[in-house]
């Protein structure tokens, strides 16, 4: 199975920083990397898929980015509503495997 | 707009069975690949099954394998999940997206199993 290897799992922000989360994957998944927002009591929302490619809807302040087997997703300039818990997830194989999740939080 | 929207969880007792349910609007429903997420309580999110667009093709991961059984009904819109000799740690919220997108996912339904 493909591990996919989230860090940090938790990480206080002050509003207007730029975070970075990242998620390596002990495989190669080319780029099948999706990246998801939960906030509580909620589903979970795609933020980015093709491991670069901003969904529908998402502010531009969200972007994403791969070196190697590396995935990283950037927040710029964070907002409050930005607060939730993000992660990633491989579907080049089977079986399909998320990373464990960042939380993220205001400082 | 697409909306899917499960039904059919609860409580029930270990080594019980319970069939959840998926209806799907908003789409060509049968164009589409489905899966079945769960998310056990205060955890990470985690694949259970996947079937493809005609139901000739199911996958799950190991722990579910020959308990579950995902199937669809394209002329009713429909994904199931067959839930067969439940287990404690089965315990979860269980959510049906799109399968490879992930763009859309329903409200999700309860399931607790438990003595």
């Known amino acids: 199975d493909i591990q996919m290897t989230q860090s940090p799992s938790s990480l206080p922000a002050s509003l207007g920083d730029r975070v970075t989360i990242t998620c390596r994957a002990s495989q190669d998944i080319g780029n099948y990397l999706r990246w998801f927002q939960q906030k509580p009591g909620k589903s979970p929302r795609l933020m980015i898929y093709g491991a670069t490619n901003l969904a529908a809807g998402v502010p531009s302040r969200f972007s994403g980015s791969r070196s190697g087997s590396d995935y990283s997703l950037t927040i710029n300039s964070l907002e409050s509503e930005d607060m939730a818990i993000y992660y990633c997830?491989?579907?080049?194989?089977?079986?399909?495997?998320f990373g464990s999740g960042t939380k993220l939080e205001i400082k | 707009e697409v909306q899917l929207v499960e039904s059919g969880g609860g409580l029930v007792q270990p080594g019980r069975s319970l069939k959840l349910s998926c209806a799907a609007s908003g789409f060509t429903f049968s164009n589409y690949g489905m899966a079945w997420v769960c998310q056990a309580p205060t955890k990470g999110l985690e694949w259970v099954a996947s079937i493809s667009t005609g139901g000739g093709n199911t996958y799950y991961r190991d722990s579910v394998k020959g308990r579950f059984t995902i199937s669809r009904d394209n002329a009713k819109n429909t994904l199931y999940l067959q839930m067969d000799s439940l287990r404690s740690e089965d315990t979860a919220t269980y959510y049906c997206a799109r399968h490879g997108r992930f763009d859309y996912w329903g409200q999700g339904v309860m399931v607790t199993v438990s003595s």
């Open positions: 997830l491989q579907h080049n194989e089977y079986p399909l495997t």
